[in-house]
């Protein structure tokens, strides 16, 4: 059957484990210094290894698998004690399966287990889905007012061409000495005043860190911006959803690598439409 499951970049892994520590499901181990699926029947496709990866060397593809099992998941986490269980079925409750969040809490009533599901059990959504939470359909009204907007919303800030990472030449003129902006594809259609408050007095660069394909060339242009562009700053935009922080991640790659040193801030954009978090790294 075909389903979403990780996919692993051995080249750009280093061996950190990090994304082990964060695979409550225990599809993933360290094997010969890199991070490897060891059972596809454990690895549920949510990504939540995603935003523990510090190279961005972990993404999600479609392909051909064999079905995620969650009772063979419970039988196996079950003997690791009640925290591990609890972790598990929090985090598909958070990205809101919850058909395996159910047949978990079945498994443990079954199995006479002693642990506290209350908080799992507690305001369950009917709603069903599947994905990562960065995929996950949701709906919300936009604001009774117009309290993002102002007048200079309306005017372009944009001064050149063209803006996609892969498609643009990091030593044009444009980038000489210049502020960076790399933004998330999402933040733009997300944020009302992307131009006025974002984009105003800066470059722009856009990539999304989940659906791209080659982003080591994102690191390596990023560091001929620094070290040859000469820019000034790099503010990375992204969304709230985990998988959209493995933009932030290829700009602290790609700064570490470079001979120059320049100031990163780290902008994120909440999924209706506010600024959640603004800070320097």
């Known amino acids: 059957m ?33 991070a490897r699926i060891v059972s596809e029947l454990y690895c549920d496709g ?4 995603i935003g523990d990866c510090p190279v961005g060397a972990i993404t999600i593809e479609e392909r051909e698998s064999e079905p995620y099992d969650e009772i063979a998941v419970m039988e196996r986490i079950s003997a690791n004690g009640e ?4 972790a598990h079925l929090k985090h598909l409750k958070d990205h809101n399966e919850m058909v395996y969040l159910q047949q978990g809490i079945d498994y443990i009533k079954e199995h006479g287990l002693n642990i506290d599901i209350s ?7 009917p709603k069903v889905s599947r994905g990562c939470p960065g995929s996950m359909a949701r709906s919300f009204s936009p604001p009774s007012q117009s309290q993002y907007l102002t007048p200079k919303t309306s005017k372009s800030e944009l001064t050149h061409w063209p803006v996609q990472l892969h498609l ?15 933004a998330a594809d999402c933040t733009a259609f997300s944020y ?17 860190p989940k659906l791209d394909s080659h982003k080591e060339v994102y690191v390596e242009k990023i560091v001929e911006m620094i070290n040859n562009s000469m820019i000034n700053t790099l ?34 954009i909440g999924i209706q439409g506010d600024i959640v978090k603004e800070v320097w790294i």
């Open 2 to 34: 075909k389903r979403n499951i990780i996919s692993i970049n051995e080249a750009l892994c280093n061996g950190c484990g990090a994304c082990v520590k964060g695979c409550h499901e225990g599809a993933l181990q360290m094997i010969d210094g890199k």
């Open 46 to 49: 949510l990504g939540a290894c």
């Open 83 to 86: 925290k591990s269980v609890l």
């Open 119 to 125: 908080e799992l059990t507690a305001k369950i959504p």
């Open 168 to 182: 643009l030449n990091p030593s044009a003129g444009h980038f000489k000495g210049a502020d960076l902006l790399l």
């Open 192 to 208: 009302p005043n992307f131009h006025s408050e974002l984009l105003k007095g800066k470059k722009l660069a856009i990539a999304c």
């Open 235 to 268: 503010t990375v935009a992204i969304m709230e959803v985990p998988c959209c922080g493995g933009l932030m991640q290829i700009a602290q790659m790609a700064a570490q690598r470079a001979e120059r040193k320049v100031p990163i801030k780290q902008i994120v």
